[in-house]
T-cell receptor, first 116, second 117 residues
């Protein structure tokens, strides 16, 4: 079974600061990796995903993530955050061949607060 | 495009009572999921349907939880009887179900917040 660990449960940054949220997974085989975001009062929505190929993936709203297989990591980054990035961020993994359609295993989430 | 609909949005019950949640997926989506999100944790998959068949229910506590997806569209999740530890947000999600790993994506509903007293 897979598991996901997110290192920081609460992060507070100022606008324009750079962001990196850590995510490590535990699974010995091929995995599919995801970052989801939940803005205040809104649904969970997909930020970006990695299935194969270029380990640096770009998502919506200027976010990117890098898959490092040797470290079992999939860290989320953004060079300059905005107040509107305040949200809960979840890293998720599945191990099926169905990609995004297979059930997901989520981390506990990181609550990000951006101060104006 | 309408999103995933869930009702009710909030429910408060006493322990040992029964409760049911309803989900209407995005039109045409073959795959439907129920997740449980306890406060301070990430969502946990309870059950996954492909059309009206169960794909994965390995984490569903079957002694008290049940789910069905009649006719392969709407779904209901029931808890009978509820325990204090069932207090959580219950999320429904759907995906096209093509299992094209590059395009198939799960879309989440707003969730039902259950409080068991």
């Amino acid at each position: 079974a897979q598991s996901v660990s997110q290192h920081n449960h609460h992060v507070i940054l100022s606008e324009a600061a750079s962001l990196e949220l850590g995510c490590n997974y535990s699974y010995g085989g091929t995995v599919n990796l995801f970052w989801y975001v939940q803005y205040p009062g809104q649904h969970l929505q997909l930020l970006l995903k990695y299935f194969s190929g270029d380990p640096l993936v770009k998502g919506i709203k200027g976010f990117e993530a890098e898959f490092i297989k040797s470290k079992f990591s999939f860290n989320l980054r953004k060079p300059s955050v905005q107040w509107s990035d305040t949200a809960e961020y979840f890293c998720a993994v599945n191990a099926g061949s169905g990609g995004g359609a297979d059930g997901l295993t989520f981390g506990k989430g990181t609550h990000l607060i951006i101060q104006p | 495009e309408a999103g995933v609909a869930q009702s009710p949005r909030y429910k408060i019950i006493e322990k040992r009572q029964s409760v049911a949640f309803w989900c209407n997926p995005i039109s045409g989506h073959a795959t439907l999921y129920w997740y449980q999100q306890i406060l301070g944790q990430g969502p946990k998959l309870l059950i996954q349907f492909q059309n009206n068949g169960v794909v994965d229910d390995s984490q569903l506590p079957k002694d008290r939880f049940s789910a069905e997806r009649l006719k392969g569209v709407d779904s209901t999740l029931k808890i009978q009887p509820a325990k204090l530890e069932d207090s959580a947000v219950y999320l429904c999600a759907s995906s096209p179900g093509t299992f094209d790993r590059y395009t198939d994506t799960q879309y989440f509903g707003p969730g039902t917040r259950l409080t068991v007293l």
